[in-house]
C-alpha cells in the first residue's frame, strides 16, 4: 500500500516540517524498512519522543486514513508518548482535530485527525479494551514490563489484516518475553530488526549526569539503565555471553590446505525432528580455548539427511569426532555406519554449563575462551534467551530452563565430553 510518510526522508521531511529533529539513533530506528522493530535503550534516550515521532508520521496519513495504538502497561505508560503528540499537534494547533481528548486518568486518550486517522493509548492492564480494531501499527511502550500474553494474544493478531508494523521500546527490565523480543531482531526472524541504545546516545541528555550515575550506581544498574543492557537479568544462563565479545569471524591457519589452528575440531549433536536438529562444529586450542566454526540447525530432518549433512561438515571442517545425544542409540549407529566417527557425549547439565560458563568467562594472554563465528545465527540466539525457569516465588529454578537449547546442548554435550579438567592425571613417582 502506497503511504505518504513511510519512507525515511518523508518521514524526516515532514517531522521537520512541525520542529522535531530526530537523533541519529531515532532516525536509525525511524528509517528501518522493518514491519517489526525493538528499541532496547538506557533510561532517557528518547525512546517516548520516538514513538511520538512515529505515531506523527502514521496519524498524516490520510489515503486511506490509519489506525494505530500505543499500548502501555498503564495508561500512565502510554501517556509519555501521547503527551508529546499533544504538545506538538494539538496544543499549537499544527493540525485539525475531529477528537482530541486526554483524560489520563479516566484512561482516555484519544486523536482522530479531521480525514479520520486515529491513535488511541491502551493499557494492558485493561485487556477488554484491547479488543476488536484492525491496526496499522502498534507502539508497544515499556515492553519489558508487559508480558508475552498481552503481545501474542491482544496485540499481534490486530496487526494481521493490514500487515500493520509494530515499534517496541523499554528499558532492559528482565522479563523473558522481551530479550525474545530482542533477538528476533538480531537475524534470528526476517521481518524484525532490533537495537541496543546507551542513554548517551541521546545529544540532548547531559553528559555529566552520565558519569555521576556510574560513580553512583551499582555496575549491573548503571549497566542495565544507562547502557540498556540485559546485564542485571537474574534469569540468563550465560550472563557471561556478549554479542560483541564473543561473536566475530575466527581467523584460521592453514598448512598445505589443512587447518592447523586447532589440536582438534569436534561437533556435538542434538538430535531433534519436529525440534531442531543441531550439529555444532567447534575447534579447541592447544590451551583449551573453543572456537564455534558452524551450525547445521534444521527441523524434519530424516536420518539419512543427518548423516549427509554430518559428512558435509566433516570434510569441510576436518571434524574427528561427533559428540552424541545418547537419546537416540539408533542415530548415532546410522553415523557409525557410514564411516563418521560418533560416540554418546556426556550430557551431565550442571557441569556441562559450568564448562560453557567458563570459557566464556576465560581471557589470558589476550586470547578469548570462547568465540562463535556469526554464521551461527541459532547459536546467537539461544544465547541470549535460555533461561532458568522461575518458581511462582520468582526463585529461580536450578534445574528446569525456558527458550531453545539445542545448539546449546550440542555444544555442551562436546565440550564435556571432552572436558580435561577432571580427568585423572597418572603421576610417576620421581
Ligand atoms: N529528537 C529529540 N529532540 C529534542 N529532544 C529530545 C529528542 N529526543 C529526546 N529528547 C529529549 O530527551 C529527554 C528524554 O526523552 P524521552 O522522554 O523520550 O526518553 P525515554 O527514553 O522515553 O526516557 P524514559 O527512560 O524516562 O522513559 C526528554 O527531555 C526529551 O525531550
Ligand atoms: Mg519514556
Known amino acids: ?131 476488536g480494531e484492525e491496526l496499522d501499527y502498534v507502539i508497544m511502550a515499556e515492553a519489558g514490563t508487559t508480558n508475552k500474553r498481552i503481545w501474542e494474544r491482544s496485540v499481534y493478531g490486530r496487526l494481521s489484516n493490514r500487515q500493520g508494523e509494530a515499534l517496541i521500546t523499554g528499558t532492559p527490565r528482565g522479563s523473558d518475553y522481551y530479550i525474545e523480543l530482542f533477538n528476533n531482531g538480531q537475524g534470528a526472524k526476517p521481518d524484525w530488526k532490533s537495537w541496543r541504545f546507551p542513554t548517551g546516545a541521546n545529544p540532548y541528555f547531559p553528559r555529566e549526569e552520565i558519569e555521576t550515575a556510574k560513580r553512583n550506581l551499582t555496575p549491573e544498574m548503571y549497566d542495565e539503565q544507562f547502557e540498556g543492557r540485559f546485564a542485571q537479568f537474574e534469569g540468563l544462563v550465560y550472563k557471561e555471553f556478549n554479542r560483541e565479545k564473543h561473536v566475530g569471524e575466527p581467523l584460521l591457519v592453514r598448512q598445505n590446505g589443512k587447518i592447523v589452528s586447532f589440536k582438534q575440531i569436534i561437533a556435538g549433536v542434538d538430535w531433534g525432528y519436529t525440534n531442531p536438529c543441531a550439529i555444532v562444529v567447534m575447534g579447541i586450542d592447544g590451551d583449551d580455548n573453543v572456537v564455534v566454526l558452524d551450525e547445521w540447525y534444521h527441523t524434519e530432518q530424516s536420518q539419512a539427511q543427518k548423516v549427509a549433512a554430518a559428512k558435509a561438515l566433516r570434510d569441510k571442517w576436518e571434524v574427528s569426532h561427533f559428540y552424541c545425544d545418547p537419546e537416540s542409540p539408533d542415530d548415532i549407529a546410522a553415523f557409525m555406519r557410514s564411516g563418521l566417527k560418533a560416540s554418546q557425549g556426556i550430557t551431565e547439565v550442571r557441569r556441562g554449563i559450568e564448562i560453557v560458563r567458563q570459557k566464556l568467562r576465560k581471557e589470558a594472554d589476550g586470547k578469548k575462551g570462547f568465540v562463535m563465528s556469526a554464521r551461527c545465527v541459532n547459536g546467537k540466539r539461544e544465547f541470549g534467551a535460555y533461561m532458568y525457569a522461575m518458581s511462582r516465588t520468582g526463585a529461580k529454578k536450578e534445574d528446569k530452563f525456558t527458550g531453545d537449547q539445542h545448539f546449546l546442548d550440542a555444544l555442551r554435550y562436546a565440550l564435556t565430553s571432552v572436558d580435561r579438567s577432571r580427568r585423572i592425571t597418572v603421576r610417576t613417582s620421581g
Open 1 to 131: 500500500m502506497h503511504r505518504l510518510y513511510q519512507d525515511a526522508l518523508s518521514k524526516f521531511a515532514l517531522l521537520k516540517s512541525i520542529g522535531i529533529e530526530p537523533h541519529e539513533g531515532q532516525r536509525t530506528v525511524l528509517a528501518a524498512p522493518e514491519r517489526f522493530k525493538v528499541v532496547v535503550a538506557g533510561t532517557r534516550f528518547g525512546k517516548s519522543h520516538l514513538g511520538g515521532q512515529w505515531a506523527t508520521c502514521w496519524l498524516f496519513e490520510a489515503h486511506p486514513p490509519t489506525r494505530g495504538w500505543i499500548v502501555g502497561p498503564t495508561y500512565e505508560d502510554g501517556e509519555f508518548e501521547f503527551r508529546y503528540l499533544w504538545d506538538w499537534l494539538v496544543s499549537p494547533g499544527k493540525l485539525r482535530f475531529k477528537r482530541a481528548n486526554y483524560n489520563a486518568k479516566g484512561g482516555d486518550m484519544q486523536l482522530v485527525t479531521d480525514w479520520g486517522s486515529e491513535l488511541t493509548v491502551k493499557s494492558a492492564e485493561h485487556p477488554k479494551g484491547l479488543g
